[in-house]
């Protein structure tokens, strides 16, 4: 069992919309991955996800109750294989947090991305564009489960 943790800075946009369309992809292509999601800061904690999130995920039948922000802990550090920041400010933030034997399971998300590799996922809470957050969201799934597969 590998273990996933989506991180941005809210907790409320981005990576909430990761960690569901990845529960979603995971239960069809039947694969052992258990994902989850968390905020590099606190200001959202305790909130539910943004209205624009929310939207994405309802129209693709995608539970979303249980979506809840909350900030990472040290001991996530610990208990997830895979830390995956959204953009590169959240990389950042986790890289100063995390203890040093867990720097190495750190990753920018759409790192795995051919071409794309160094880019970010824009934040819609700044630029409202939900379905540009989905579709980047979409295009790396495939190759993160190939790659999170083949460290089992
Ligand atoms: P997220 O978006 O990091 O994708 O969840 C944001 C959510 C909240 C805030 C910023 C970004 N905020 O400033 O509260």
Same mark, same amino acid.
């Given at each position: 069992? !590998?273990?996933?943790?989506?991180? *941005?800075?809210?907790?409320? *946009?981005?990576?909430?919309? =990761? ?18 999601? =968390?905020?590099?800061?606190?200001? /959202? ?5 943004? /209205?624009?999130?929310?939207? #994405?995920? !309802?129209?693709?039948? *995608?539970? %979303? ?5 909350? !900030?990472? %802990? %040290?001991?996530?550090? /610990? ?9 590169? $400010? ?5 890289? =100063?947090?995390?203890?040093?034997? =867990? @720097?190495? &399971? ?8 051919? !071409?794309? +590799? ?8 700044? %630029? ?6 989905? $579709?980047?969201? +979409? /295009?790396?799934?495939?190759?993160? #489960? &190939?790659?999170? +597969? @083949?460290? @089992?």
């Amino acid at each position: 069992m !590998q273990r996933v943790l989506f991180v *941005c800075l809210g907790n409320i *946009c981005r990576s909430p919309m =990761a960690e569901a369309l990845f529960r979603q992809a995971i239960s069809k292509s039947g694969s052992a991955i258990q994902v989850d999601s =968390a905020a590099t800061s606190r200001w /959202e904690h305790g909130n539910p996800i943004h /209205e624009g999130t929310k939207r #994405i995920l !309802q129209a693709r039948s *995608c539970p %979303t109750e249980n979506l809840v922000s909350r !900030q990472i %802990t %040290t001991s996530d550090f /610990e208990r997830y294989d895979w830390i995956i920041g959204m953009d590169h $400010q959240n990389v950042k933030d986790l890289r =100063a947090i995390a203890p040093k034997d =867990a @720097q190495k &399971k750190i990753y920018l998300y759409r790192s795995v991305v051919p !071409q794309k +590799e160094t880019e970010d996922i824009p934040d819609p809470w700044y %630029t409202g564009n939900f379905t540009q957050t989905e $579709q980047l969201i +979409e /295009e790396g799934i495939p190759y993160w #489960i &190939k790659k999170i +597969e @083949q460290n @089992q």
